[in-house]
Antibody, heavy 120, light 109 residues
Framework: QLQLQESGPGLVKPSETLSLTCTVS??????????WGWIRQPPGKGLEWIGS???????YYNPSLKSRVTISVDTSKNQFSLKLSSVTAADTAVYYC????????????WGQGTLVTVSS | EIVMTQSPATLSVSPGERATLSCRAS??????LAWYQQKPGQAPRLLIY???TRATGIPARFSGSGSGTEFTLTISSLQSEDFAVYYC???????????FGGGTKVEIK
């Protein structure tokens, strides 16, 4: 059974870069059938797509975050990662990694999520 | 950007009753609409995709309908485990330009 697990610092200072990694188990990140992505949820609020990546490294980003986001993949470790630069308090959220089929952003599988707080 | 609007924001329902949740798109998304359920402290779970197809393991009391800009999620007889927040999401375009609705909280009346 596929499992996704987010990891990374729970506290980031304003203006710094948020970095998270998602480790995939029970399946290969190199599958040609899927994209891997990040979604976030500020406390008490709704869901926001951040971006998606294919095992080849092809990426798509939410236009509203594109200037600050980098998503990368490490197939040798079965992991993909998120970097969000110049963070502010508005970036405080639970960050989820998840999987969707190629060419269809239906989110079938999700990690449990990790809370990242931006504060000095 | 396609804006997804869900109503009502909160729905108070008694166990065993029917719940009807609405989702409206600012422009047509055909049948490219999914519904998710989220319980406190948990990740969202896919319920419905293609506007009306239940995901694996989803009980038959959950049903979706609609196309174009108007969609409905119906829970035919609410069980205790169904009290949660429900989100709709459109996935009409590729490259992806997906957007989520603001959510409907289904609470116990």
């Amino acid at each position: 059974q596929l499992q996704l697990q987010e990891s990374g610092p729970g506290l980031v200072k304003p203006s710094e870069t948020l970095s998270l990694t998602c480790t995939v188990s029970g399946g290969s990140i190199s599958s040609s059938s899927y994209y891997w992505g990040w979604i976030r949820q500020p406390p008490g609020k709704g869901l926001e797509w951040i971006g998606s990546i294919y095992y080849s490294g092809s990426t798509y980003y939410n236009p509203s975050l594109k200037s600050r986001v980098t998503i990368s993949v490490d197939t040798s470790k079965n992991q993909f990662s998120l970097k969000l630069s110049s963070v502010t308090a508005a970036d405080t959220a639970v960050y989820y990694c998840a999987r969707h089929p190629a060419r269809s952003t239906i989110w079938w599988d999700w990690g449990q999520g990790t809370l990242v707080t931006v504060s000095s | 950007e396609i804006v997804m609007t869900q109503s009502p924001a909160t729905l108070s329902v008694s166990p065993g009753e029917r719940a009807t949740l609405s989702c409206r798109a600012s422009q047509s998304v055909s049948s490219n609409l999914a519904w998710y359920q989220q319980k406190p402290g948990q990740a969202p779970r896919l319920l419905i995709y293609g506007a009306s197809t239940r995901a694996t393991g989803i009980p038959a009391r959950f049903s979706g309908s609609g196309s174009g800009t108007e969609f409905t999620l119906t829970i035919s007889s609410l069980q205790s485990e169904d009290f949660a927040v429900y989100y709709c999401q459109q996935y009409n375009n590729w490259p992806p330009e997906l957007t989520f609705g603001g959510g409907t909280k289904v609470e116990i009346k």
